[in-house]
């Protein structure tokens, strides 16, 4: 067996834990190793320390040379990165005044990537996943949820949640799948039968003897489904025990409410939330994410990211990589921007895309640098952690380790 491997030493080490899941952090609270090291075993954190008192004959060295800053791989807890074409005109109508709602009514919107994407190949929308994936693990992430939900019907959902498993086969980054087979009616939908109850009976039980996913999503709103026509769909999916995420408050409220009451590990958008939902999300146990790479696509308001922790909330901050609504997919950039639109200190800012992020996919061996967890982590080049968000994304990681393999040289 090989030794262990210490790898440092880092300026600064920040293992991102000893902080709360849910609630305003300030930047006294980040724990900081000076001068740290990591040890790593096969794909696993041994330990964390001071590099110094960590080297012995017994451990291969991995030297950083220089000033450097390491930190957990960060998690992108909500992406759509399984889709077949682009949406350039959609943006294009938007920036010409159009709304979201006023496309999609016209034929655009996510009806066009569901046509796009059902003339794609399965093998495609593996190399698409690929490709965004690779970019994402270049910049620092090493864990990435995939949506279906562009194929809206039973084959053509399987065929995007098939390509995502077999993406993940292959890939530098654990890739997190989760069905979203309700992100709105099927636009061709002529048979007598409900389109939730022939998802319900004949796709969720694929899901589960097929290992396809273990989380399902829905789009609650008034131009996909409303609260009460999502009810039955959540109610199987929990009693068949899959973890449930929410699509919610994007536009309109309700999705929040449906969110609580299921219980569900992730509320997603929020930009329409009121005090009412920020008070509704901060009790409960769903975490609220805020997807800013949507509000700068659309153009439209922040998630109340700073209501929502003041409140005591769980916030998360992904990326919602999509064709149509967040085409940008920087989850550093956007994570970085709603920061200084939303007045977050960096500390919540780095929370929301590792712990917390984690958290909203119920991963508990991730985000945080700590003996047993999932050696993933990201160095950038610089003395001081600080610059991470200051350039917005534009600090590239100078390395990334995925399970314990430097994947990104
Ligand atoms: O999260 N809001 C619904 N779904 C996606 C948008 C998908 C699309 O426009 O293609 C979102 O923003
Ligand atoms: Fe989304």
């Given at each position: 067996?090989n030794k262990p491997l210490l790898i440092g030493p880092f300026t600064q080490l920040l293992p991102m834990t000893?902080?709360?899941?849910?609630?305003?952090?300030?930047?006294?609270?980040l724990p900081i190793i000076e001068n740290g090291g990591i040890l790593v075993s096969e794909e696993k954190i041994l330990k964390i320390g001071v590099f110094d008192e960590m080297k012995s004959a017994d451990v291969d060295i991995h030297p950083i040379e220089g000033q450097h800053v390491c930190l957990p791989g960060f998690?992108?807890?909500?992406?759509?990165?399984?889709?077949?074409?682009?949406?350039?005109?959609?943006?294009?109508?938007?920036?010409?005044?159009?709304?979201?709602?006023?496309?999609?009514?016209?034929?655009?919107?996510?009806?066009?990537?569901?046509?796009?994407?059902?003339?794609?190949?399965?093998?495609?929308?593996?190399?698409?996943?690929?490709?965004?994936?690779?970019?994402h693990v270049k910049n620092g992430i090493t864990t990435?949820?995939?949506?279906?939900?562009?194929?809206?019907?039973?084959?053509?959902?399987?065929?995007?949640?098939?390509?995502?498993?077999?993406?993940?086969?292959?890939?530098n980054a654990?890739?997190?799948?989760?069905?979203?087979?309700?992100?709105?009616?099927?636009?061709?939908?002529?048979?007598?039968?409900?389109?939730?109850?022939?998802?319900?009976?004949?796709?969720?039980?694929?899901?589960?003897?097929?290992?396809?996913?273990?989380?399902?999503?829905?789009?609650?709103?008034?131009?996909?489904?409303?609260?009460?026509?999502?009810?039955?769909?959540?109610?199987?999916?929990?009693?068949?025990?899959?973890?449930?995420?929410?699509?919610?408050?994007?536009?309109?409220?309700?999705?929040?409410?449906?969110?609580?009451?299921?219980?569900?590990?992730?509320?997603?958008?929020?930009?329409?939330?009121?005090?009412?939902?920020?008070?509704?999300?901060?009790?409960?146990?769903?975490?609220?994410?805020?997807?800013?790479?949507?509000?700068?696509?659309?153009?439209?308001?922040?998630?109340?990211?700073?209501?929502?922790?003041?409140?005591?909330?769980?916030?998360?901050?992904?990326?919602?990589?999509?064709?149509?609504?967040?085409?940008?997919?920087?989850?550093l950039?956007?994570?970085?921007?709603?920061?200084?639109?939303?007045?977050?200190?960096n500390?919540?800012?780095l929370?929301?895309i590792t712990?917390?992020?984690?958290?909203?996919?119920?991963?508990?061996?991730r985000g945080k640098l700590e003996a047993d967890a999932v050696a993933d982590f990201v160095i950038f080049p610089t003395d001081n952690y600080q610059e991470i968000t200051y350039h917005?994304g534009q600090l590239k990681p100078s390395e990334v380790w995925k399970k314990g393999i430097n994947v990104c040289k």
């Amino acid at each position: 067996m090989n030794k262990p491997l210490l790898i440092g030493p880092f300026t600064q080490l920040l293992p991102m834990t000893g902080l709360p899941l849910k609630g305003a952090l300030k930047d006294e609270q980040l724990p900081i190793i000076e001068n740290g090291g990591i040890l790593v075993s096969e794909e696993k954190i041994l330990k964390i320390g001071v590099f110094d008192e960590m080297k012995s004959a017994d451990v291969d060295i991995h030297p950083i040379e220089g000033q450097h800053v390491c930190l957990p791989g960060f998690v992108d807890s909500h992406t759509h990165i399984c889709f077949g074409g682009t949406r350039a005109r959609d943006y294009a109508y938007r920036n010409a005044g159009k709304t979201y709602l006023e496309i999609a009514k016209a034929g655009g919107g996510i009806w066009d990537t569901v046509t796009q994407t059902r003339k794609a190949s399965q093998d495609e929308l593996i190399d698409g996943i690929i490709a965004r994936s690779q970019k994402h693990v270049k910049n620092g992430i090493t864990t990435i949820e995939v949506k279906s939900g562009y194929g809206l019907s039973v084959d053509e959902e399987l065929k995007m949640l098939r390509a995502i498993k077999q993406a993940n086969e292959t890939l530098n980054a654990t890739l997190v799948p989760t069905c979203l087979a309700a992100h709105m009616k099927p636009k061709d939908w002529n048979q007598d039968k409900n389109y939730l109850d022939v998802i319900i009976k004949e796709l969720f039980p694929i899901l589960k003897t097929e290992n396809l996913a273990n989380r399902v999503d829905a789009f609650v709103e008034e131009s996909a489904f409303s609260p009460e026509e999502i009810k039955p769909y959540f109610q199987k999916a929990k009693e068949m025990g899959f973890d449930i995420t929410v699509h919610a408050d994007q536009f309109t409220t309700g999705g929040s409410q449906v969110a609580v009451d299921f219980d569900a590990v992730s509320a997603d958008h929020l930009e329409a939330s009121t005090e009412k939902e920020i008070q509704l999300l901060a009790k409960s146990n769903t975490i609220a994410t805020a997807l800013p790479g949507a509000s700068i696509g659309l153009g439209c308001a922040y998630t109340p990211a700073r209501k929502i922790l003041n409140a005591g909330g769980a916030l998360s901050i992904a990326s919602d990589h999509n064709p149509g609504s967040a085409p940008m997919g920087n989850l550093l950039t956007q994570a970085s921007i709603l920061g200084t639109f939303e007045k977050l200190s960096n500390t919540e800012v780095l929370s929301g895309i590792t712990f917390r992020a984690a958290a909203a996919l119920r991963l508990k061996d991730r985000g945080k640098l700590e003996a047993d967890a999932v050696a993933d982590f990201v160095i950038f080049p610089t003395d001081n952690y600080q610059e991470i968000t200051y350039h917005q994304g534009q600090l590239k990681p100078s390395e990334v380790w995925k399970k314990g393999i430097n994947v990104c040289k």
